[in-house]
């Protein structure tokens, strides 16, 4: 656990919903609102995709985010509250996080670079299904996945499009990466494998111009790809912030037991 920041000043962002900007508005009028260049915590408001926007916004800087929920989805945010904000950030727990690091080379040879915390996710492009060499550590693990696509997920993440996808939740401290398939055909008894945070996965498109594959880490997406290959970024780290009381930890375990 990295430990508790100091809080001089907070910066407020805010997503484009209604809700968010109220809060923003409510929150710089109690505590003011600092340049996120310079805070020393940020504040962001909205749901899970604006903190991932957030999260990548700042990754330079390494400076600690703590999201309150003002948007949809609200797992990887603490409830709302402007009251007594400072002391809540004075005793929030910090979690740090790596993202995993996608490289691709797409049909016309151009490669591209793009950072995940949640998941890297290869999508079919057409109504054909994907087939996909899938290949770990240098070994051929699946010779031709033929699917809707395939992701990667971190434990952040594996609460989000892993989880619908029928993969596994796991806890944060496990050291392991979800592979989970997206509605496999062949081969047909195969549901994904987990994969120590250590692993280096390639995915080739057996007819990448035939069958057309996108892959996207967290939003960014590139199309028509003929290889893909994901590794955690161990370099690069941030710390998200929660309440103690229902800290990110808990969230994920608690998660295991919802029906």
């Not at 209604?18 to 929150?27: D, N, S």
């Not at 003002?70 to 996080?97: H, K, T």
């Not at 031709?144 to 796991?170: C, K, M, Q, R, W």
């Not at 007819?207 to 892959?215: F, L, N």
Request: with cysteine; glycine share 6%; aromatic share 6%.
């Amino acid at each position: 656990m990295a430990e508790a920041p100091s809080i001089a000043s907070i910066a407020f962002v805010a997503s484009d919903a209604p809700a968010a900007e109220a809060a923003l508005a409510e929150l710089t009028a109690l505590y003011g609102n600092a340049p996120p260049e310079a805070a020393d915590v940020i504040v962001a408001l909205g749901g899970d995709g604006f903190m991932l926007e957030t999260l990548h916004r700042h990754l330079e800087r390494d400076v600690p985010i703590f999201g309150m929920h003002r948007g949809s989805v609200g797992f990887l945010m603490n409830g709302y509250d402007p009251q007594g904000l400072r002391e809540r950030l004075a005793r929030a727990v910090p979690v740090r996080i790596s993202p995993l690091e996608m490289r691709t080379c797409d049909v016309t040879g151009a490669e591209h670079t793009a950072l995940a915390f949640n998941e890297v996710s290869l999508l079919r492009e057409t109504r054909q299904t994907a087939k996909i060499r899938v290949t770990v550590d240098g070994v051929v693990r699946v010779e031709e996945l033929a699917a809707d696509g395939i992701l990667v997920a971190t434990p952040v993440g594996s609460t989000a499009y892993n989880f619908s996808a029928h993969g596994p939740i796991i806890p944060l401290g496990a050291g392991v990466l979800a592979l989970t398939p997206i509605s496999a055909f062949r081969p047909r008894r195969w549901r994904g494998a987990l994969l120590p945070h250590t692993a280096h996965v390639r995915f080739d498109m057996l007819e990448a111009e035939k069958r057309p594959v996108s892959a996207v880490a967290d939003y960014t997406e590139v199309r028509d790809v003929r290889w893909v290959t994901v590794r955690e970024d161990r370099e690069t780290a941030l710390a998200m912030l929660f309440d103690p009381e229902h800290n990110l930890e808990e969230r994920v375990l608690k998660e295991q037991f919802l029906s």
